[in-house]
């Protein structure tokens, strides 16, 4: 896919995403990484559902800016990811309602923020880890990712919203879209004692899809 395609892609998916409420006023980031080695990250202060593509932050592979308007300040949230995460070709970050309520339960357990609560979450999200709080922008964030080891493709920041890494950016964000509702499931039926998917169910699913799950398991 070429650069200016990937700007528009960009621009299109962020559009989606704000106008369905996943993300209010300014907040939220999404980058690509390119061929070259540097990557397209959405600017500081901008909405994501009025992006401009002339106008996205390109960073080089040294993560120094090289043209369009002065990166988000989440770079170093986005840095972690792809650096521990080889296969990461796109990073998305929101502010989706359900995920930050998630996130600040007493309850969750920083290895797996949600139960195996369906094929399709297990499927594209893999298990979401929960990191503490860190002001947004904060570099030690990135610490605090890369101490997941790249086992986690998704994750939800505690007090602030969920980043997600993908192979691709439609893929990032269909796993972020499935974090949000699964998130909306788990505050829906929280007290409820549903059913989770059982060991066997979640070892048929790894070994037809081919998933690699962190080791934890839920009873």
Request: proline share 7%.
């Amino acid at each position: 896919m070429t650069e200016t395609r990937v700007r528009e892609e960009i621009c299109r998916l962020g559009r989606s995403l704000f106008e369905r409420g996943l993300t209010p006023g300014s907040s939220g980031n999404i980058s690509v990484r390119l061929d070259d080695g540097g990557w397209l990250v959405t600017p500081t202060n901008a909405s994501l559902g009025s992006l401009d593509p002339a106008r996205l932050s390109r960073l080089d592979a040294d993560g120094r800016l090289a043209s369009g308007d002065a990166p988000t300040k989440e770079v170093p949230l986005h840095t972690a990811l792809y650096q521990t995460r080889r296969t990461a070709r796109a990073v998305v970050h929101l502010h989706s309602t359900h995920s930050v309520a998630l996130s600040m339960l007493p309850e969750i357990d920083p290895r797996a923020a949600l139960p195996p609560m369906t094929a399709y979450y297990l499927m594209k999200c893999g298990l979401t880890a929960l990191v503490p709080y860190y002001r947004p922008g904060d570099p030690a964030v990135a610490d605090a990712i890369k101490g997941l080891a790249g086992k986690y493709s998704s994750v939800l920041l505690a007090n602030h919203g969920p980043v997600v890494a993908g192979e691709t950016l439609e893929a990032a964000v269909y796993a972020m879209e499935e974090l949000e509702e699964t998130a909306r499931l788990y505050l829906l039926l929280r007290g409820l004692n549903p059913r989770f998917l059982t060991p066997a169910q979640i070892a048929d699913l790894s070994k037809t899809f081919g998933l690699t799950l962190p080791e934890h398991g839920h009873e």
